[in-house]
């Protein structure tokens, strides 16, 4: 499997708008990305937006309230037994593993940590790749550890849409760099286009 690294291309474009679900991993330096991208997706996006950031164990944090109160979507954290919407952005609650269920239903699991985080990115990206399968565009952002990179790589080969940010352009560069030397990531973007992939109108799907 090869890996692109340069300008958004059709192929890029239309697999993005065909998608039904976005996947946000990060982790150390990705939080203010994450938070510039929960700013600007518009109220009607017509996909579930699914966030996994990793948090300090019994660390109380204001995450959800700020996104919350900044965001133009729907925004809230994962409950177990939730059903999954459209035009809303979850976020995965700490101390706990966020899954999809085949049934379009949330749950969480209390399992042990992986890769000394919970919620793991690896976790949730497996799962929602055995249910939604090429239905997926998801990214991987700056982190210190090497979660996610698994998950990638299985969405991957699922179909799914698969990004990581350009390491040169990440504050940490373990995370994306990991699942670009597994071949996890389809493309290397730098935050910018990701952000412009993620802002791309409906009316250039056929262009």
Known sequence: MSTKKLALDAHIKQQWLSSQILLLGGSAGSFKLLFKLVKVLPESFDKTVIIIIHRKKNFYSEIEKLFAENSRMSLREISDKEPIQANTIYIAPANYHSLVEKDGFFSLDVSEAVWYSKPSID??????????RDSVTAILFSGANQDGAEGLLKL?????????????????TEMPQA?????????????????????????????
């Not at 949730?124 to 055995?130: I, K, M, Q, Y």
Request: charged share 25%; net charge negative.
């Open 123 to 132: 976790v949730t990206f497996e799962s929602v790749a055995e249910v939604y």
């Open 179 to 207: 699942a670009i030397d597994m071949h996890a990531a389809e493309y290397v973007l730098s935050f910018e286009d990701i952000f412009e992939l993620l802002q791309t109108p409906p009316d250039t799907q056929h262009n």
């Open 156 to 172: 991957r080969r699922s179909g799914a849409l698969t990004i990581a940010q350009d390491p040169a352009d990440a504050e940490m």
